[in-house]
Nanobody
Framework: QVKLVESGGGSVQAGGSLRLSCAPS????????MAWFRQAPGKERESVAS???????TYADSVKGRFTISKVDHNNTLYLQMHNLQPEDTAVYHC???????????????????WGQGTQVTVSS
C-alpha cells in the first residue's frame, strides 16, 4: 500500500522558518485532496492546512498568514512552508490524502486513506 513520507522537520528558534515536504513512498499519483495535520504532546490532532486539486487552500486560524500549503502535481509532492514559527507550533506534523479533506466534502468524517508517519517540528523561545 502506498504511504506518504514527510521530511523537512527540525528545531528552530521562534521567528524561524521551515519547509515540510510529503511524497508517496513509491511512484504513484494520489488523486485526492491533501492536508497537513499536527499533534502536540497531550493535545488532540488538529488540521493545519488543506488543498484541493484545483489549488484551493484552507488554513487553521492559528497559522493563517504564516503557513502556505502547496502541491506540485508532476511529482505528487505536498509542501508546507512555515514562517514566523512559534513555540506553540511545536508538534509532529503529518500529511494526509483523502477525498474527505476536500473543501467541498460534506460526507461522513473519516480517517484519511493515505497518511504519513510524521516529522517533528520543535520551536524554542
Amino acid at each position: 500500500q502506498v504511504k506518504l513520507v514527510e521530511s523537512g522537520g527540525g528545531s528552530v528558534q521562534a521567528g524561524g522558518s521551515l519547509r515540510l515536504s510529503c511524497a508517496p513512498s513509491e511512484k504513484s499519483y494520489i488523486n485526492y485532496c491533501m492536508a497537513w495535520f499536527r499533534q502536540a504532546p497531550g493535545k488532540e490532532r488538529e488540521s493545519v492546512a488543506s488543498i484541493d486539486s484545483d489549488g484551493t487552500a484552507t488554513y487553521a486560524d492559528s497559522v493563517k498568514g504564516r503557513f502556505t500549503i502547496s502541491k506540485v502535481d508532476h511529482n505528487n509532492t505536498l509542501y508546507l512552508q512555515m514562517h514566523n514559527l512559534q513555540p506553540e507550533d511545536t508538534a509532529v506534523y503529518h500529511c494526509a490524502g483523502d477525498i474527505s479533506l476536500c473543501s467541498w466534502y460534506s460526507g461522513v468524517a473519516r480517517e484519511p486513506a493515505y497518511w504519513g508517519q510524521g516529522t517533528q517540528v520543535t520551536v524554542s523561545s
